[in-house]
């Protein structure tokens, strides 16, 4: 199993920036892809960002150009890195880990809020 904390969210004004971070463990080894999502008030659940255990990312059109979606191995954690919030970026953000291809793992959200 997997097992997967947040932090990194909070209040923000438009414009400004926030990092996410979520530290996975358990079996780390057999994690395929970890993803970040989210879902706002009266609104889909949605993928922001995906990366791979070989590295290869994806993002939604949304956030393309402002967020980064990275890993540190060592700290077993992945980042999400993001710039130029909007108001439209409010929402809950969840950590999500994909493992033995048919598993998922979820975070228990953070709140992030674009306001000024």
């Known amino acids: 199993q997997v097992q997967l904390v947040e932090s990194g969210g909070g209040l923000v004004q438009p414009g400004g920036s926030l990092r996410l971070s979520c530290a996975a463990s358990?079996?780390?080894?057999?994690?395929?892809?970890m993803a970040w999502y989210r879902q706002a008030p009266g609104k889909q659940h949605e993928l922001v960002a995906a990366?791979?255990?070989?590295?290869?990312?994806e993002y939604a059109d949304s956030v393309k150009g402002r967020c980064t979606i990275s890993r540190d191995n060592a700290k077993n954690t992945v980042y999400l890195q993001m710039n130029n919030l909007k108001p439209e970026d409010t929402a809950v953000y969840y950590c999500?880990?994909?493992?033995?291809?048919?598993?998922?793992?979820w975070g228990q959200g953070t709140q992030v809020t674009v306001s000024s």
């Open positions: 999500n880990a994909l493992y033995e291809l048919v598993f998922n793992s």
């Open positions: 358990g079996s780390i080894a057999s994690i395929n892809i």
């Open positions: 990366i791979t255990s070989g590295g290869s990312t």
